[in-house]
């Protein structure tokens, strides 16, 4: 604590005395360290592949798109700094990410998703390839070059396959998270020429994500943002789809709780077979007993050729059945 004045100022440190020359106009002298930010060290390629200014614009919080392997970026292998993000989860202190995809839309769309759900607080490097050998010599050789994200956009399985073995199982690219843009049929071949692979394994320890088309950004959150800071991140339609499908569950279960494995007894009269499909697959979450006519007088036969109550309900789609009369 000191005064306002400039006159020298005494501080009591430990029951001892210690004068102090530095003038304060302050009343309160803050201890620094406490409001310092976590210092980061990023390791950069030699020298004489890129100079500084590359290197100190590539450190930047904006974000920048690279067609120049030669300016990339090399994140350590090993990172023992996190940051913290608002939302309280631990984030990456730098993402540099290869995007591999020969058609040029794709490619660029795919980096427009990558954009949109990356964090604001986390500088991030993107190069993108089209050639699929030129992308192999940048991750190879004796002087690889370490991304912690690789996307593969491929219409192969095999290229796919070659790529997997060359970074999840290189001890340079230890680090290095490998996502697959791809569909069910293309994952299903995959795991099929290659069944060696522990994709279980490497899914659990986020080494490995399949992602399924058509892409949008909220697909990459998982990824890149998984506290879901940015707003694209969050599929509301998928939320919204959720939350309908957890009301349905509802409904079925307290259906269910009354009228289920009670006998009760439904005359279904449907002249369609999908519409018959549909409605018994409903009917039958409820547990309840279902026949089924097509139309009026098949109805009427069957309601007659049966003691009285025994239906506890008849159910018609359609206000005009066939042969109603």
Do not use: W
């Amino acid at each position: 604590m000191s005064s306002g004045s400039s006159d020298p100022s005494v501080r009591s440190v430990a029951q001892s005395s210690i004068r102090s020359d530095r003038s304060s106009a302050s009343s309160f002298v803050p201890d620094a360290s406490s409001f310092s930010s976590p210092h980061i060290e990023l390791a950069l390629p030699q020298a004489s592949r890129i100079n500084r200014e590359d290197t100190s614009s590539s450190l930047s919080k904006d974000s920048s798109t690279s067609t120049d392997s030669e300016a990339t970026v090399r994140p350590p292998t090993s990172l023992s700094v996190r940051m913290l993000s608002p939302g309280g989860g631990l984030i990456a202190p730098m993402y540099s990410i290869l995007v591999v995809c020969p058609l040029k839309y794709s490619r660029e769309a795919t980096i427009k998703h990558i954009e949109m759900t990356l964090p604001k607080n986390v500088p991030h490097k993107t190069t993108a390839r089209e050639s699929l050998e030129e992308s192999l010599k940048m991750i190879g050789g004796e002087d690889p070059i370490i991304f912690t994200h690789v996307v593969l956009v491929l219409q192969e399985p095999e290229d796919i396959i070659n790529f997997m073995e060359k970074v999840l199982f290189s001890a340079p690219h230890s680090a290095t998270s490998l996502v697959v843009i791809s569909d069910l049929n293309q994952k299903r071949e995959i795991m099929k020429q290659a069944p060696e692979i522990n994709y279980e394994q490497l899914i659990k320890d986020r080494r490995l994500r399949f992602i399924f088309k058509p892409l949008k950004p909220s697909k990459f959150a998982v990824v890149f943002d998984p506290q879901k800071e940015r707003e694209m991140s969050t599929d509301r339609n998928q939320d919204s789809a959720q939350q309908v499908a957890v009301s349905q569950k509802q409904v079925f279960e307290d259906m269910t709780k009354r009228l289920g494995n009670k006998g009760k007894r439904v005359l279904l009269v449907e002249d369609n077979r999908v519409n018959q499909m549909v409605l018994l697959k409903f009917l039958s979450k409820v547990a309840i007993d279902v026949e089924t006519v097509l139309d009026g007088v098949q109805c009427t036969e069957e309601v007659f050729a049966k003691p009285h109550g025994f239906y506890s309900i008849i159910l018609v789609r359609r206000l005009h059945i066939e042969r109603a009369d």
